[in-house]
C-alpha cells in the first residue's frame, strides 16, 4: 500500500451512512482497534505493530485530530473543487491542519534505513530512532504517509466525491472518472434527471 493509499485510508474513515447521514469508522476506540488491524499490512511495512495494537482513548483523539487535519489538507488539495461535503462547513484553518500534521509526524523520530535484497530493488525503510509507544509509531506513521502523498505529484488526482450524500476522497484513475465509485455516479446521474424534470 503506497502513502496516497494509507492517508486516503485514513480520510474515508469518515463515510456516508446509507441514511442520509455521516458515518464514522472511528467512532470509539474499538472501531480505531479494527481499522488498524485491517491496515495491518500498510502499518506494519511502515513500522506499526499493527498486528498486537489495541487503541485507548488518547490514541483515538491522536487518531481523530490528525484526520481531521488530513481531510482539511485533502480540501485545499482538490481545489478549486469544492472539498468533501463533511468538510466544508467545519474546515481546520490551514496554518493549523499544517501544524497538527507536524506535531503528530514528530511524535517519533525516524531514521532511514537503506536496504538492498540480493534478488530485488533497493528500498528505504523508516524506522523509529528509539523505542515508542504504538499509538505514536501509528500517528507518526500516518502523519508521514500524509505528507509524502501531499508533497507528491499523485495530489493531482486527489477529487472530492460530489455524488448525493458521498462524502469520499478518491484518487482520479482515468480523465473521465468524475465520481469515486459507480454508484455515486448513478445517484449522480438520477439526481440531474430528477432535478431537470422538476424545473
Known sequence: MS???LALALALTIRHDGHGGI???LADPEGLTRWVREQSAALTAAGVPAAGFTA??????????LRQAVRA???RAVRPQEPSPADARRLLPLPEALARLDAAAARV????RFTWPADGDPVVRHTAAAPAPPADLLVSALA?????FLASPGRAKLRA???PRCVLYFLKEHPRQEWCK???GNRARVARHHERHRS
Open 3 to 5: 502513502d496516497a493509499q
Open 23 to 25: 458515518a464514522d469508522g
Open 56 to 65: 485507548d482513548a488518547a490514541a483515538l483523539t491522536a487518531v481523530r485530530e
Open 73 to 75: 489538507l485533502f480540501a
Open 109 to 112: 523520530p525516524v531514521t532511514p
Open 144 to 148: 508521514r504517509a500524509a505528507m509524502a
Open 161 to 163: 466525491c460530489h455524488a
Open 182 to 184: 459507480p454508484s455515486c
